[in-house]
């Protein structure tokens, strides 16, 4: 080998060798301060959803609570009463049925004529506990009962809570006369479609075709956006463990994993608030997106910026 080719290699050696270290520092730099600022960005719009679904349920709960308080409710006459009902739930979209239930579990008014006269339990069997806890409270008390998806009082409503198998709550009010005798509790069967009308915003705002969802404080799956999600089962990356910090103490953030079927995503998760005074709620909103989809403008603008170094280091 020549003196002048032994020169030319050591150079390049000597040159390429520390620019290529360089480089890939430079990349591992750039990555974790692009998947930083890009997680952040997608806690934030799952913090923001969240805010929205505790928005829904506070509202709900006020103005079952509200409605409470109605004088109509404690007559003798109850015409009023269902009159009351039907308006409630024909001004506000949140119900899908408002029912006055006497100690016994008996409705004796709603805003569906056809339920009066019948058990609470015979389409809302999963409210027994908390109806017991309400019918025993103070006024102004209010609890939440949680359920897959129930019978509704319409053909449509019905269709859609199953096509879409939305979370059935219930809201559960105790009702007092003027005078602070008690004349029952006030349930309401609240429509829950705005939430999944939310995880479908979240949906569209990230990139890929994750699905975002709605878990309780165990990984049950409650509610998601997947046509057929493994409803009130563990989820999947919850159950391997991929996920399980996304349910620990800290209240939002985001994570890089590997799903149960070998897939990097990442994911931002939000703790939502708990509801009435026995705590319901205290879920999780989680939304993944596919790793390589999300951090694919970073990777392309690095790709491009080392093409445009070594373009001028080799002309």
């Known amino acids: 080998m020549s ?9 390049l050696l000597v040159t390429l060798i520390p620019i290529g270290v360089i480089i890939w520092v430079s990349r591992q730099s750039l990555v974790e301060q ?18 929205s679904m505790d928005e829904f349920m506070f509202n709900s709960l006020h103005n079952v609570q509200t409605m409470a308080t109605n004088p109509d409710l404690s007559l003798k006459d109850l015409n009023l009463a269902n009159r009351d009902l039907a308006r409630l739930t024909y001004s506000f979209s949140f119900f899908d049925q408002v029912m006055l239930v006497n100690p016994q579990g008996l409705i004796i008014a709603s805003s569906d004529s056809a339920s009066v006269g019948r058990s609470l339990f015979t389409d809302f069997a999963n409210t027994r506990h908390e109806f017991a806890m309400a019918d025993q409270a103070r006024p102004g008390s209010a609890y939440v009962s949680l359920t897959d998806a129930l019978k509704s009082t319409n053909a449509a409503t019905t269709e859609e809570r199953r096509s ?16 602070g005798r008690p004349v029952g509790v006030l349930v309401a069967d ?11 915003d979240l949906e569209r705002q990230a990139p890929g075709n994750e699905s975002p969802c709605l878990v309780d404080k165990a990984g049950l799956v409650l ?17 391997s463990g991929a996920l399980r910090a996304a349910l620990g103490d800290v209240r939002s953030g985001h994570l890089v994993y590997t799903d149960s079927r ?17 705590k319901a709620g205290g879920w999780r909103l989680v939304s993944p997106v596919s790793y390589e989809t999300i951090m694919r403008p970073a990777n392309e603008s690095f790709d491009r910026m080392i093409a445009i ?3 001028t280091l080799l002309a």
């Open 164 to 179: 879409n198998q939305l979370l059935g709550i219930q809201i559960l009010v105790p009702v007092e006369d003027s005078e």
């Open 262 to 278: 070998g897939h990097k995503l990442m994911a931002g998760y939000s703790a939502l608030a708990t509801y009435g005074d026995n």
């Open 34 to 51: 692009a998947q930083q600022q890009i997680g952040t960005q997608l806690k934030e719009s799952v913090v923001q959803v969240g805010k």
């Open 309 to 311: 170094l070594l373009a």
């Open 3 to 11: 003196l002048t080719k032994k020169l030319v290699l050591t150079f």
């Open 190 to 200: 609240v429509l829950t479609r705005q939430l999944l009308w939310l995880l479908k």
């Open 223 to 239: 509610m998601s956006v997947d046509p057929h999600p493994d409803r009130i089962a563990g989820h999947a990356d919850v159950r």
